[in-house]
């Protein structure tokens, strides 16, 4: 049976990875929302343009709302660790 020498070293790395984890997913986020919102904006400039607007009312192409957060999405969530 192996045991771990250093029980403390690897809880902190692994906590560090995800904390790395953490991070990477909130800047796909933020690339993403800032992505759809440069498409959506570039879509509905494009249908309120000479002659396209003729051809997006016919055929009934609406415009995109951007994406904005909810109220109290700036608050991050509390998360506790319990280390024993």
Not at 61 to 73: Q, T
Request: proline share 4%.
């Amino acid at each position: 049976m192996t045991m771990e020498a250093y029980p403390q070293l690897t809880a902190t790395k692994s906590f560090q990875n995800l904390q790395e984890q953490l991070e990477g997913t909130e800047n796909r986020i933020a690339v993403a929302r800032s992505d759809y919102n440069t498409v959506a904006t570039l879509w509905n400039a494009s249908i309120q343009k000479f002659p396209t607007m003729f051809v997006a009312s016919m055929f009934g192409f609406k415009k995109y709302a951007l994406f904005e957060a909810v109220e109290g999405a700036e608050n991050a969530p509390k998360v506790e660790f319990n280390f024993q």
